[in-house]
């Protein structure tokens, strides 16, 4: 089917009304980078590649407001000139999310609501998005949110556009709050911790009031396969002014004892970077799961599912699984479930186009709100129609 | 305010109803008129209605109990907690009741490795602090009404408070919720993980303002307290340089946990009625908290000392001690409090809008203030850009009140207009109803009140909020409902 390319708002509200009246379902694309994603949904494809630009960024504001097509690079590119960033940390990657050639589009990354290692200590995508102009599957346009820091006028929309996958609404404009970038980057690294001893440490810097940003577990397997390090890592990130990220740092290496060591910015950006891209499973094409739990069930998960490898972020909250060709997805629902959490099939080997265990299963209610809110947005069901979930 | 007109059927039944109550709750219904009076306003106290009847359910199962009822039979429901909305949030229906949260006020679980609490909705926002604070934890969002105000009126309001720079609003600090449909059915968004599976629902109904379902237990994100704290109290000869000041620290770069600017009538008002030893000759003060390490600290306090200076500052004093800390942000929190003092009547609005436009917003509602012959107070959040001009009036002269909300719409007016919103943490309620269409085009309202369709499709949850016209829920939507009355079931002959 040929790719529709609409340019402007108007253009688009054409496009989804003519799909209402040819019952004739679209996927919408922004880079096309996280296009495996999720569920497979069907329809005629419409980039929304054209609707690409910043269209006002004001520094002193922490504001930035950019047509929803534009390129994350495109973003933080113009956000690093000023000393400044996302603070919920999208992964840019090249890797696990994209495809080849394919670059995130900053509508696409809340979309999919993705964050990296920093997401424990600021928030995730859905914190950070204030406001977005969209357009719904009846073909109108519409707004949501504002375009200041504080707001809590009527619904808060943003947060339903966060992780929505376009199933509600085509996004054509966000607004994005930024933060100060951190001045300096100082990692502690602790070598050599068996599971259960690196995630109690993480906890216990998580409860410290030491604000770290960054609190991963790398086995020896993923730290050999991403860094060539032959013991498992226990790594923490400090950000901040120098003296303060030092000063933090160093008192992290006296709660936790003399084997850590302090590890220059260069190389702990290179680690989180490699951590928020789960870069230390992807060598082959295996099936990776993503688990979001209460920290303290990380390591219960972990020994229940046998993962082939595994990563853990956010103090144990994140879990990256990279799994054996044989297990049961069901399992990976029902483990993280029972530890209060719950899972994502993040990349398949299979086409997903009719699996049911993608996202986690939802109950009773939660379907049914779903299923309305659906309604409400896109009742002819013609928006990446069972990208989530099955007819939805 | 035009409130929706009560259904006289639904009055003629309140003896069956309160009795079918009673059955329900045997000690928690208050149906007595001097009782009810307790119950007829909130914190917006310009708008009075009394209820039916007051339930006051002890568990999750009698909320949902009630709701189950109150659905069958179609009657209306106003949620509240301690009742400390300032936007009218928690006004009764005539012919609705209201079910009140302050009995399930236990904090279930505190879980530090997982640094968060579970506590039930009649929780005080304080209370979570006070509970955690031994052991080195607090809760972030303080609204100035911490004391009373209940988590689960801050979960429906979306709250914020004075450390919503660094720390955002209640939103940004929930991990989860339990949450009573209109029908009866709990549900549960999110829990002790960071983020919660499917569409984002818990960000939905957070700050949903009591129309989409009743919080019946709240999961909220505890913080590490700052191993150090520093308060600034900076004097300015005028508003406009401590706006200065503020745009030039975000600037460099630095995020405190919080910036707050008076003007000389809030100091005065507070002055009067807490003497926390503000500046006496400052046209403005700023207030200004860092926190983290104590080289961090004590880095950008210098930094924010130099800018001030920079920015014509008259004195700058740090609190010496977490005693003189506490009174510096005792009378900034008393602030409505003192303004209610000086002036019979007052009316706190509650505009965002861009930084850059703050002193020019200031200069407008000054003159404002003259043209209306009505004082006003300002104080806000300034590193948000979140207005609180406080407008006195007293509501015994025929008019006043009036003047105060034409004055007060004005300014929210002017706020959307230089590209900000009409709510930054008070939330719309029934005072800023009206005032919707000024921010939201007719479409953008329709596509939210689709989403309370969603949720409430017989509109029985806290009628007359938010939504300035009446509408009923159709098959996937709403329609609007041309003659000024909100259709119900019928209640059943009996």
Redesign the interface.
């Known amino acids: 089917m040929t790719l529709l390319t609409p340019a402007t708002d108007d253009q688009l509200v054409e496009a989804i009304k003519s799909a209402n009246q040819n019952n004739s379902p679209l996927e919408i694309i922004g880079g096309g980078s996280k296009r495996s994603v999720g569920r497979k949904p069907f329809g005629r494809p419409i980039s929304m590649s054209a609707f690409s630009g910043i269209t006002s960024y004001?520094?002193?504001?922490?504001?930035i407001t950019a047509q929803a097509g534009t390129s994350l690079l495109e973003i933080e590119s113009a956000l690093r000139s000023q000393?400044?960033c996302l603070a919920f940390e999208p992964p840019s990657s090249t890797t696990l999310w994209s495809e080849k050639g394919a670059a995130a589009t900053i509508g696409g990354t809340i979309a999919a609501?993705v964050s990296g290692p920093r997401?424990?200590a600021v928030?995730?995508a859905?914190?950070h998005l204030l406001g977005f102009r969209a357009v719904?599957g009846k073909g109108?346009?519409?707004?949501?949110g504002?375009?200041?820091?504080?707001?809590?006028?009527?619904?808060?929309?943003?947060?339903?556009a966060?992780?929505?996958f376009g199933t509600?609404f085509a996004m054509t404009e966000v607004t994005l709050r930024t933060?100060?970038?951190a001045?300096a980057t100082i990692g502690v690294s602790i070598p050599g911790l068996e599971m259960a001893t690196g995630l109690a440490c993480l906890?216990k810097l998580?409860?410290?009031?030491?604000?770290p940003t960054g609190l991963s577990y790398l086995p020896r397997e993923s730290a050999r396969q991403a860094f060539g390090i032959q013991h498992s890592l226990t790594l923490i990130r400090f950000e901040?002014?120098r003296?303060?990220a030092s000063?933090?740092a160093a008192?992290a290496v006296a709660m936790v004892g003399t084997s850590a060591e302090i590890v220059d910015d260069e190389m702990t950006i290179v680690r989180f970077r490699a951590i928020a891209d789960a870069a230390p499973l992807l060598d082959d094409n295996a099936d990776i799961w993503r688990l979001?739990?209460?920290?303290?069930e990380a390591g219960n998960a972990i020994s229940k599912l046998s993962p082939t490898r595994y990563l853990a972020d956010?103090a144990g909250?994140?879990l990256w699984l990279q799994m054996p060709t044989q297990y049961n997805p069901a399992t990976i629902h029902a483990v993280a479930a029972s530890n209060?959490?719950?899972a994502?099939w993040v990349r398949r080997q299979q086409d997903a186009t009719d699996l049911e265990d993608v996202?986690?299963p939802?109950?009773a209610?939660?379907t049914v709100?779903?299923a309305?809110?659906k309604?409400?947005?896109d009742?002819g069901r013609v928006l990446n129609r069972g990208r989530?979930?099955k007819d939805i | 305010m035009q409130m929706p007109l009560p259904d006289p059927d639904l009055l003629r039944q309140r003896p069956f109803l309160i009795a079918r109550l009673r059955k329900l709750i045997p000690e928690g219904v208050i149906a007595d008129d001097d009782a009810l009076v307790a119950y007829d306003t909130d914190a917006l106290t310009a708008y009075r209605q009394k209820p039916m009847a007051v339930v006051l359910p002890k568990t999750a199962d009698e909320v949902s109990a009630v709701l189950r009822f109150c659905a069958e039979y179609g009657v209306k429901v106003v949620p509240r907690g301690a009742g400390t909305s300032l936007s009218g949030g928690a006004l009764p229906v005539s012919d609705g009741i209201v079910i009140g949260l302050s009995r399930m006020s236990t904090i279930l679980d505190v879980d530090l490795e997982n640094r968060c609490a579970v506590v039930q909705p009649g929780v005080t926002n304080l209370a979570i602090t006070r509970a955690v604070q031994d052991r080195g934890f607090y809760y972030a969002p303080d609204p100035s009404s911490q004391v009373a105000c209940t988590i689960g009126g801050n979960v429906a309001e979306n709250s914020g408070g004075i450390h919503c720079l660094k720390y955002g609003l209640t939103t940004n600090n929930l991990m989860g919720v339990e949450f009573a449909l209109m029908d009866g059915t709990r549900v549960r968004f999110g829990g002790k993980a960071h983020d919660a599976p499917g569409l984002d629902l818990l960000g939905l109904v957070t700050g949903s303002e009591g129309l989409l379902g009743i919080v019946t237990e709240v999961t909220v994100r505890l913080r590490p307290v700052p191993t150090s704290t520093e308060a600034l109290l900076i004097a300015f000869p005028t508003i406009e340089l401590a706006g200065a000041c503020v745009a030039g620290i975000i600037a460099a770069g630095i995020i405190p946990a919080a910036m707050e600017i008076m003007d000389r009538s809030a100091m005065d008002a507070i002055e009067a009625y807490s003497s926390p030893g503000y500046p006496k000759t400052a046209g403005a003060i700023l207030i200004a908290e860092v926190d983290g390490a104590p080289v961090e600290v004590e880095t950008a306090a210098g930094d924010i000392e130099r800018i001030a200076k920079a920015n014509a500052s008259m004195s700058s004093a740090r609190a010496a001690s977490l005693i003189e800390r506490n009174r510096i942000w005792a009378g900034r929190k008393a602030a409505f409090a003192a303004a209610g003092r000086i002036a019979p009547d007052m009316l706190c609005m509650d505009g965002t809008i861009p930084r850059r436009e703050l002193a020019g917003v200031l200069g407008r509602i000054g003159e404002m203030s003259l043209r209306f012959g009505l004082p006003v107070a300002n104080v806000f959040h300034a590193g948000d850009g979140n207005l609180h001009p406080l407008i006195m009036f007293d509501a015994m002269k025929t008019g006043d009140l009036e003047r105060a909300e034409a004055f007060g719409a004005e300014i929210l007016k002017l706020c959307v207009e230089v590209g900000g919103v009409l709510t930054g943490e008070h939330g719309v309620g029934v005072e800023k109803r009206d005032l919707m269409p000024l921010m939201f085009s007719e479409t953008d309202l329709a596509v939210q009140e689709r989403v309370k369709c969603a949720f409430d499709p017989a509109q029985l949850l806290n009628p007359g909020k938010v939504f300035p016209s009446l509408s009923a829920c159709i098959e996937g939507g709403a329609t609007h409902v041309h003659d000024g009355r909100m259709r119900f079931p019928n209640l059943p002959r009996l």
């Open positions: 004001e520094p002193e504001e922490m504001v000393g400044q609501a997401r424990f928030g995730a859905r914190d719904n109108e346009l519409f707004k949501g504002g375009k200041v820091v504080k707001n809590v006028t009527g619904y808060d929309l943003p947060k339903l966060a992780g929505s509600l933060f100060p970038a001045r906890r998580s409860m410290s009031p030491l604000e901040g002014d003296a303060g000063a933090r008192d979001s739990i209460p920290p303290t956010w909250g994140l209060g959490g719950h994502t996202f986690p939802m109950d209610a939660t709100l779903t309305r809110l309604q409400a947005f009742p989530m979930y």
